[in-house]
């Protein structure tokens, strides 16, 4: 059990933690819920003992491992596969210590512990969690140098993953991944051994990955059961108690003073007023409820223009060489809401580049119309502000015959009030910096707003407010973005960038984290990775013993499957299935049948991967 008891800590002065104290059983995953600025990521740091308490105390079991992405790995030349596997020391020291112990009794523990922690499966678990990161077979054998930092950042959290600590801390790991990722990770985590710690503000990953809410408020901690929502309903129901409460007192208050006030001259009536004087100086104050600082974003309105705003025929795009996305033939509408799905690396940034047109039409053509304004907002352009600039020198950039206070109401407009408007962007937080980036991206009323991920570094309530400004909003969006909330919030129609082609996804967003998480349950492949080092000692028998077990699992799985298919196959054998009012139904089972047939060929492979290790084994 994580033990945080009475903790107190000040930056600069300023507390973030008074008397603060939780409890946070083992094996649980909760996340960790509060303001921008609340102390998030300084009781990480507390809890991994890298800040030294004021008082409190912060405890954790003996010997247990803590684990977090502290930053990217280095761009060294070592494959992404081998940079992982390193990642579990213990495991690393152990297949070193195998290949050179000679003592009959060491090599004998050293195996069984290398047994203990499923060490012969190391390689198979390390591309599976990097396959789920977006890392390809070919990707996992190039060297680190070889990615960008946002791509080392997505290593480093599956180095963490595979080491598999006693306690897990994320903070904001979606931040840095796409929506298939952050899918990936929901469903990782979820199943993940130990406990785990994760600062987000990912309403859909709060929801399907934890179990606990852990709310920082107030300089205080308070642990709620269950999901985000379920933690949402009893916090909006406890301040509507509290406030309640409050109200009632403070009328009890002043009918008490009122009576003091008549009466506290007259003498027949001096002790009963010093009794209601002493009722009051005993009354515990109840506070109202602070409401949260309203967070708000207002995007100027374009005028209308006549349909369609952009329509493709034909076009295809790349980047010089074979074309990325060909045989476009879309249509876009001023009121069109669409979210781009598809793996990364598929072209959905290649598309908002044509789109934006920062990238031209090979051939086929693109009619755009004559007065169309575009605006394009990108994490990268975050990255871009001048640091050594404030937010209002940014906008007098733009806008130079623009009166200064016009200026500061529309940072204003965007929740950067008078002290961020003078203060040097290198001093700012993520979640300002992103306003001021989408507030440059809104400067010229666009027709068309194209939003590549942007809620990286907004909390909740900015991320509500988004939601509402761009339901308000008259232009056009297209929106890619890991947060399936928002996505099902905004977008009405999505479409799919696949293959080189964009085509409309006919299903809804529950559909495709079910095709994306179907995807990723594909059988692990290790001819993919780096040959095995020098031959290993023979395993012990316990760790064949435990790879008959698994034979005899898959087996037994392959067993409960196939009866599953013959059922369905003839139930969708039956004729009746397929009269007109039963063509909705004859769908559902026909779906059923196609997911049962994916699990059966992802069971026999694992069948196979299971019986090959045993063969292995035993020679």
Not at 58 to 69: H, K, N, S, Y
Not at 393 to 419: I, N, V
Not at 422 to 430: C, R, W
Not at 546 to 556: G, H, I, M, P, Y
Request: with cysteine.
């Amino acid at each position: 059990m994580l033990k945080i008891t009475d903790i107190s800590y000040a930056v600069e002065g300023r507390p973030l933690f008074e008397g603060a104290s939780a409890d946070i059983p083992t094996g649980h995953k909760v996340g960790l819920i509060g303001r921008n600025g609340a102390g998030k990521t300084t009781l990480f740091r507390l809890i991994r003992g890298e800040l030294v308490l004021e008082g409190g105390s912060i405890t954790l079991p003996a010997r247990a491992r803590i684990g977090g992405v502290a930053q990217e790995v280095p761009a060294s030349e070592t494959s992404l596969i081998d940079t992982v596997l390193a990642a579990d020391t213990e495991r690393a020291a152990l297949m070193a210590e195998a290949d050179t112990a000679t003592d009959a009794t060491r090599i004998a523990d050293v195996q069984t512990r290398l047994a203990d922690i499923d060490a012969w499966s190391a390689e198979a678990r390390a591309s599976s969690i990097l396959r789920g990161l977006g890392f390809d077979d070919a990707e996992q054998k190039m060297p680190c140098s070889a990615f960008s930092g946002g791509w080392r950042m997505r290593v480093a959290l599956a180095g963490v993953l595979f080491a598999q600590p006693d306690l897990l801390l994320l903070d904001e790991p979606t931040n840095y991944l796409d929506l298939e990722g952050a899918v990936w990770l929901e469903s990782y985590l979820a199943r993940y051994p130990h406990t785990v710690l994760i600062i987000s503000h990912d309403r859909g990953l709060l929801n399907r990955a934890v179990g606990g809410i852990l709310h920082l408020e107030n300089r205080k901690l308070a642990y709620y059961q269950g999901p985000y929502d379920q933690f949402a309903r009893a916090r909006a129901e406890q301040r509507a108690v509290q406030a309640a409460q409050a109200k009632k007192q403070d009328l009890q208050r002043a009918h008490l003073q009122s009576f003091v006030d008549r009466f506290k001259a007259k003498a027949s009536k001096a002790k009963q007023a010093q009794s209601r004087v002493k009722m009051l100086e005993k009354m515990t104050p109840i506070t109202a409820p602070e409401d949260a600082a309203t967070q708000v974003f207002t995007f100027p309105q374009p005028e209308e223009l006549s349909p369609p705003i952009i329509n493709l025929e034909g076009a295809q795009t790349g980047y010089g060489g074979p074309p990325v996305l060909s045989n476009l033939s879309l249509r876009i509408d001023q009121d069109d809401r669409i979210a781009l799905l598809g793996k990364n690396g598929q072209g959905k940034s290649t598309l908002s580049k044509l789109l934006s047109g920062r990238l031209p039409a090979t051939s086929g053509r693109m009619i755009t119309s004559s007065k169309l304004r575009i605006g394009y907002f990108a994490q990268h352009q975050v990255d871009e502000l001048h640091v050594d600039e404030t937010p209002l020198q940014h906008l007098q950039r733009e806008r130079p015959d623009t009166p200064q206070s016009k200026l500061r109401a529309k940072l204003a407009g965007f929740g950067l009030g008078a002290d961020q408007a003078g203060t040097v962007v290198g001093k700012l937080s993520g979640g300002q910096k992103a306003r001021l980036s989408l507030l440059l991206a809104t400067l010229d009323a666009p027709h068309l707003l194209i939003l590549d991920e942007p809620t990286n570094h907004l909390d909740m309530e900015s991320r509500e407010a988004l939601v509402e400004a761009l339901a308000a909003y008259t232009g056009a969006v297209i929106l890619v973005s890991h947060d399936m909330h928002l996505l099902s919030l905004v977008a009405d129609r999505l479409w799919l960038v696949s293959g080189g082609r964009v085509v409309p996804y006919e299903d809804d967003l529950d559909a495709y984290r079910r095709m994306l998480l179907a995807g990723e349950a594909k059988p692990e492949k290790t001819n993919g990775t780096k040959p095995a080092p020098a031959p290993r000692p023979k395993p012990s028998r316990d760790a064949v013993m435990a790879l008959r077990a698994e034979v005899r699992k898959c087996e037994d799985r392959l067993a409960k499957l196939n009866q599953m298919r013959d059922r369905l196959a003839k139930k969708l054998a039956d004729p009746g299935m397929y009269e007109p009012d039963k063509i909705g139904e004859a769908e559902v089972w026909q779906k059923k049948y196609a997911e049962v047939m994916e699990g059966l060929d992802r069971a026999e492979n694992l069948w196979l991967s299971a019986q090959e290790k045993l063969e292995q084994a035993g020679r």
